[in-house]
């Protein structure tokens, strides 16, 4: 009896031994895959932060306004460009409704872009909007709608200040209406060619081409009234003086105006713009020889 109880006290002292061995064996793996958890979570984490840190530079340091607004228009997250732009504090712009910065004859087109970007998933044009010291901006933008699980949350866009190229756009309306008065009242013929059309003729310009009125002038193209043989020539040398090879553009040549009449003319072009696009202004001067 003794040696079996000697036996099996060394068989629960073994097992004991084995289980203990056993225990620790699993608490320090599982403290073993715990550490490698905590370290791939926190490897995660600090990858989520660096993309939230290159995001936010990239959100709040561009030249444009960015936004997200809900559907119902109300701004929920912006950018610094719209501080810089606006002159608003963050605070006076987030939450607020999209229309208390938008100038009133406006406010039906937010109205149209809000259901276009909800419907169709996109809209863009451009809004006045009111800076905080009381100026009025133009805004060119492009929306896009925000969808999660299938459902539209929000809109999201982006928009660039083009105040000063609409000014110089109006400055050059202005200027072009002055180039008008005082070419229609000029006594020598003059048109602006833009590549193969008329775009313009005065009414010098419509009597000397043989024309009954201005309308049929520009119906004409330009080409037409030289000959056949030579409107390849004419059409690559004014082609050329249009894109900005050439300066000014000088020859003499035999027309045809639109009474079947030959004219030798003087014929001399510049490039300018007219109406927002490259064209040229050409003076007709007969010849005396």
Not at 124 to 152: H, M, P, Y
Request: glycine fraction near 6%.
């Amino acid at each position: 009896m003794t040696v079996i109880s000697g036996e099996i006290g060394w068989a629960l002292l073994v097992g004991t031994f084995v289980i203990v061995i056993l225990i620790t064996f699993v608490i320090a793996l599982l403290l073993y895959n715990q550490r490698r958890f905590i370290k791939s979570q926190k490897q995660k984490l600090e990858t989520l932060q660096q993309r939230d840190k290159k995001y936010n530079d990239l959100f709040n340091n561009v030249t444009d306004i960015i936004y997200i607004y809900s559907l119902e228009g109300e701004i929920v997250q912006i950018n610094d460009a719209a501080t810089r732009i606006l002159g608003y504090e963050m605070m006076e712009l987030v939450g607020k409704p999209l229309k208390q910065i938008v100038e009133k004859q406006h406010h039906s087109a937010v109205d149209k872009w809000l259901r276009e970007a909800k419907i169709i998933g996109e809209s863009e044009g451009q809004v006045l909007v009111r800076a905080k010291d009381g100026k009025k901006l133009f805004l060119e933008f492009r929306n896009s709608t925000v969808i999660e699980n299938s459902r539209a949350i929000g809109i999201r866009g982006i928009a660039r200040n083009i105040t000063e190229q609409k000014e110089a756009e109006r400055e050059l309306r202005k200027s072009e209406k002055r180039f008008r008065s005082l070419v229609e009242l000029s006594p020598v013929p003059k048109i602006v060619l833009g590549c193969e059309k008329i775009l313009y003729c005065n009414q010098a310009g419509v009597s000397f081409l043989g024309g009954a009125n201005q309308e049929e002038i520009l119906q004409s193209t330009f080409f037409s009234f030289f000959a056949k043989d030579n409107q390849l020539n004419i059409t690559t040398l004014f082609q050329n003086l249009i894109n900005g090879n050439s300066e000014r553009l000088a020859i003499s040549e035999e027309i045809i105006c639109l009474t079947g009449k030959r004219k030798r003319v003087e014929i001399i072009a510049t490039p300018i713009t007219f109406e927002g696009i490259p064209t040229a202004q050409v003076i007709f001067y007969e010849s005396r020889n």
